[in-house]
Every structure is written in C-alpha cells, then in structure tokens.
C-alpha cells in the first residue's frame, strides 16, 4: 500500500520512547514523560533513555564525568572550526564536526561511551562555533557546571541564574525523544546499512536543519515580542484574530489535546514565577490566549504546543534565533543515540519500495 511520506506505516518496534496524540501522552521507556524526568538531571534522564533504568550512585557519579571529560574537545576539532567559512549556518558547521569525530580511536570505543561523548560534545560544539562565527573569544568549559549551566556559560561567558539553567534543562529533557520523527528515522536508516553511530547522528543533523522538523519557535518569540505587556494581550490577540492571523505557539500535528510537554513546562514556569519576567508573562498569556480563541473558536480546542514556552525560556535567557534549532538538536542527540544502539542490536536493513508512474 502506498502511503505518501510513509505517513502511518510502521517501520520499527522500539522500547525508548511512545507518543499517544489522542491522549496527550508521551512516555520514555513505558514511563509518562513527568515521572521519567521528575528531580532528575539531563545526565539522568540521558542514562534512563540509553539503558532503561536510572542509574545507581555509582554510575551516575562515572557518567558525570565522562560528561566532564568530553567536554574538552579534540584539539583538531577545534581547528577544523576555525577554518570554517563565518557565513555557513550553525547547524551545517555542527555536523561537519560531529562527522570529523569518525576516527579509527573513537570508533573503538563501546558504542554507549560513543553516545554519552557526542552528547557531552555536541553543546560546546554549539557555543565555541558561535562566538567564532560572531567574533568573539571561545570560553572554556567550566566542569564544576552541570551540563545545562556549562552550555549557557560558554554562550555568554557569565553563569546563569538558577531559575534560567532549571528552565532550560526542564526543556532539554522534554524535547530528547519524540518516538519515529524525521531525523530519528534518518538516523536509524544511516546506521541501518551497519554505518557508524557518527554517521547517523550526521545524517540527523542534516535532517534537524530543514525547517518543516527542526523549525524554531521564531514566531512565537515575535508575538511575545509585540505583547511584551500583560497589558497589550487583547490588543494584540483580538488584532491577529480579526485579521484572520494564526496565534503561533498553539495547536500541534499529534495531539489532540494538550501537548504533555507545555504542560510540564508551564508548571516549571509557575514554579519560577517571579523570578523572570519573560516566563511570567508567557503563563499570563497562555491563559488570555486560550480564553480568547474559545471565545472565537469555539469547539476547535487549541492548546498550547512545546513550542509556546519553548519560545519564552529562549527569550528569557535572551538566545538569538539562530541558535534555537541547534539548542533543540542539543536535547534530541540523546533520542537519537538511544535508536542508533536499539537500531544496532537488531538490525534489518531499512528497504522500502518504490512505486514507477509515468509522467
């Protein structure tokens, strides 16, 4: 049977992760999202997704400092990235130094090692070719940062609020698995021909860069920007409603009722709530909003997707556009990583058929 895009065939079995659109539920490893990431770190919640099991005191203590080590990236990798052309777009410049990490050495390693040093890599890879392509001076990793606070520091050379470093993991950890997307399935078909764990995750950064899957919350960022007050939202709203404007940050391809991962990142927003303008005003908003397109669209249940308070944590930590696909890419290399090794322990190679037509 032909399905165009192979839009609902199913192509794999897999024990990561689940997304139930008509429930609102996404589970990693059988585990509802909130329950797998709850009081965890990025590091944790990584392990959980890799192995199927949270980690002991023991390795979690060894799995922080593999993170530590590779954060020091090779010294030619960092050579690589100065010869770079500035004008090339920050994903394109991540995936030529993630491939460059396909050594003889490195593809030595056991693949789960190989998984946790691209994901410990992949941030300061981000940051240094950043401030390079801006003109600024690379900053050193910090190892006495966790993950998520080191990623903000080598950005912008200064540490980063609490309530911004646990916004921004609360993210990472929301947005590291979303069962057979584009650039997961794009990793699994690469390292489905008995390729390497670096050329998959190549092949999903590739994928990651088209805007139709990777396509950053831009839009949502512009609407804050013109609301910026509580007291502008039904101008602003009721303006875009009668001029017929889709009111970006709502409404989602899967789910039909509320996106779980809003949900989770509202609740972490109301938690932080006086400690940030900008995710103070996207919570305001969200509940205006809502009511508002009710009052419009009455029976069309639109919801908040990820990408409405995705868009004010970027803003309240102050990250330009052009690092919101590559921040995203910073979460899912974990979900890819955990397909390439579930894709490597029993593999088929992927082969569908074509169908001829005359034109």
């Not at 593999?66 to 690589?80: D, M, S, V």
């Not at 950005?155 to 990472?172: F, R």
């Not at 039904?234 to 509320?258: A, C, P, Q, S, W």
């Amino acid at each position: 049977m032909f399905r165009k895009g192979l839009k609902d065939v199913v192509a794999v079995q897999t024990a990561i992760a689940s997304v139930e659109g008509d429930t609102g539920e996404l589970r990693y490893r059988g585990k509802l999202v909130d329950g797998a990431i709850e009081n965890r770190s990025f590091e944790e919640t990584a392990y959980f997704l890799w192995n199927g099991e949270f980690p002991a005191k023991s390795q979690y203590a060894e799995l922080k400092a593999e993170f530590t080590k590779y954060r020091k990236l090779p010294g030619y990798i960092e050579g690589i990235a100065q010869e770079l052309p500035k004008d090339m777009l920050l994903m394109d410049a991540m995936r030529t130094l993630i491939s460059a990490y396909a050594t003889k050495e490195f593809s030595a390693l056991p693949v789960i090692k190989q998984a946790a040093a691209i994901t410990a890599a992949l941030p300061v890879i981000t940051a240094m070719l950043y401030r390079i392509q801006t003109g600024q001076q690379i900053i050193a990793p910090a190892d006495h940062l966790s993950h998520t606070a080191n990623y903000l520091w080598m950005l912008t050379g200064k540490e980063p609020a609490p309530a911004q470093t646990e916004a921004l993991e609360t993210y990472l950890k929301l947005t590291m698995e979303h069962g057979m997307n584009a650039s997961t399935f794009a990793a699994r078909v690469t390292v489905s021909t008995e390729s390497d764990m670096v050329a998959a995750v190549t092949s999903a950064l590739g994928t990651m860069k088209g805007p139709l899957h990777g396509g950053a919350p831009s839009g949502v960022i512009d609407l804050l920007n013109e609301i910026r007050t509580a007291n502008n939202l039904d101008r602003v709203i009721l303006t875009k409603l009668d001029n017929g404007e889709k009111i970006m940050g709502f409404g989602h391809r899967i789910y039909r009722t509320e996106d779980p991962r809003s949900i989770l990142l509202r609740q972490k927003c109301l938690e932080l709530q006086g400690h940030d303008d900008w995710l103070d005003l996207a919570v305001d908003a969200e509940k205006r909003i809502v009511h508002l397109l009710n009052e419009r669209k009455p029976g069309r249940a639109l919801y908040t997707n990820v990408e409405f308070y995705a868009a004010a944590i970027m803003r309240s930590i102050e990250m330009p556009p052009e690092l919101f696909t590559p921040t995203f890419s910073i979460a899912r290399i974990v979900g890819w990583t955990a397909h390439i090794m579930e894709q490597q322990s029993d593999n088929v190679i992927f082969r569908p058929q074509s169908e001829y037509v005359k034109n």
